[in-house]
């Protein structure tokens, strides 16, 4: 802790006013989530997923300076992330001194850029920094008036859990927006080579674009994971995702229906095995129907197996699957332990949610999922969902300075 308070008072004296004719201004902000899930498979034999109840909290303060000049807005900032299980102790249970030092899970610290010329925007970050900033990180849907942010990306790239426990990117995140669209790519390295410890990095991108209107869009998602090895044993794999798509949304008043229709291009190698490359592919529906507060979000795959190696067994006898290959959910396995992936099957996650509306800074979302595959009933979830924005609801004050860039922001973010 001595570190991190020195690392604070370093960063801070960076925003003492000086010669610069740059507009200096210190920042800060906090982010805290609540993550619920409750998890039952028991009935299906925990084919794909085990049973269990996930509930943890994660709070995640960050404080900076904001240098603006020239066309372009820079910023540094130092953050602490602390997490903790509920129920967990974060040391030893037999420890007489149960301290807390051990919530303190990482320092995150970040260089910010940000650049507007017009209705164009590009911003890049680069360091350790909340995967929130990333479209593969921004949990359920945000505000319906922002088309990318009402969009999901579907959990075969990254699940619920993945996007909660790794909750910061360390690498490099480039996006650039316009009226017409967003696009975004990045390098998140999870993992340097160590004793029992493997390579590990993923490219990501993300696009999406109207074609007519907000009414009909188009766009992109796709990952490149390297699985690499380790200092005792050796192994690389290799996992690409294409999926290109199109999408609809209509609504009038009180009803709305989005629908996504997209291709799935999985590629996929193990190399010390060597599969050579291993195509596999499929197509995914999506469609999202919302009645005032209720509705159904509904997602039906059709394809081959995208974890082909899931229960691979490396030469440490470890079962890469249980060993971070893969982010998205297990269910698109497609097919259980001794079957081929290379057969097509079918795979639907089907939610229903009551969302009210409360403030436009406030969102409630309680919602049931379901999980079905060719083979039938799988289990089920109950989620409840809560956001709160506080830096949302400054901005609404119809007031210049509420709405000034240049404001302090500050942001809470609760996830249940």
């Known amino acids: 802790m001595r570190d991190c308070m020195i690392a604070l008072a370093l960063l801070l004296a960076t925003a003492l006013p000086g010669r610069s004719q740059n507009k200096v201004d210190l920042t800060y902000g906090a982010d805290f989530q609540y993550y619920f899930d409750n998890r039952e498979y028991d009935g299906s034999g925990n084919r794909f997923e085990t049973s269990g109840t996930v509930h943890a909290a994660r709070l995640t303060p960050s404080v900076g300076v904001m240098v603006a000049g020239g066309g372009m807005t820079h910023r540094l900032t130092l953050g602490l992330d602390v997490m903790k299980n509920m129920g967990e102790s974060p040391v030893g249970e037999s420890d007489k001194d149960l301290r807390n030092v051990g919530l303190f899970r990482?320092?995150?610290?970040?260089?910010?850029l940000d650049s507007r010329r017009g209705s164009r925007r590009f911003s890049l970050l680069a360091g350790i920094f909340p995967r929130h900033n990333s479209v593969f990180g921004s949990g359920f849907p945000a505000?319906?008036?922002?088309?990318v942010r009402t969009d999901f990306v579907p959990s075969l790239f990254i699940s619920d859990v993945n996007q909660f426990y790794d909750n910061n990117l360390e690498g490099v995140l480039l996006k650039y927006e316009t009226r017409r669209g967003y696009c975004e790519a990045g390098l998140d390295w999870m993992g340097m080579i160590g004793h029992g410890r493997r390579e590990r990095f993923q490219i990501f991108t993300y696009g999406n674009f109207a074609l007519a209107g907000d009414f009909?869009?188009?766009?992109?998602?796709?990952?490149?994971?390297?699985?690499?090895n380790t200092l005792e044993y050796r192994g690389v794999v290799d996992n690409i995702l294409v999926s290109p798509f199109v999408s609809l949304a209509a609504g009038r008043r009180n009803f709305r229906l989005d629908s996504k229709?997209?291709?799935i291009q999985g590629i996929h190698q193990d190399r010390i095995n060597g599969t050579g490359l291993e195509p596999s592919f499929g197509g995914l529906l999506t469609l999202n129907i919302g009645y005032r507060k209720f509705g159904v979000l509904n997602d039906s795959y059709y394809g081959g197996g995208q974890m082909p190696y899931y229960g691979t067994i490396d030469a440490g006898g470890n079962i890469l699957g249980q060993q971070g290959l893969y982010f998205g959910s297990p269910f698109y396995r497609i097919h259980g332990d001794g079957e081929s992936w290379r057969h097509s099957g079918f795979y639907d996650r089907a939610e229903v949610y009551w969302q009210p509306y409360i403030a436009d800074f406030v969102r409630v979302r309680l919602s049931a999922v379901f999980h079905f595959t060719g083979d039938g009933y799988q289990g089920s979830q109950?989620?409840?969902?809560?956001?709160?924005d506080l830096g949302r609801a400054l901005a609404g004050r119809k007031s210049a300075k509420a709405s000034s860039p240049s404001r302090r922001q500050r942001n809470f973010e609760i996830y249940l």
């Open 382 to 388: 109950q989620r409840l969902s809560v956001v709160f």
């Open 106 to 112: 990482e320092m995150t610290f970040w260089y910010g």
């Open 216 to 228: 009909l869009r188009a766009g992109w998602t796709a990952t490149m994971g390297h699985f690499a």
């Open 143 to 147: 505000w319906s008036e922002d088309p």
């Open 261 to 263: 229709l997209s291709y």
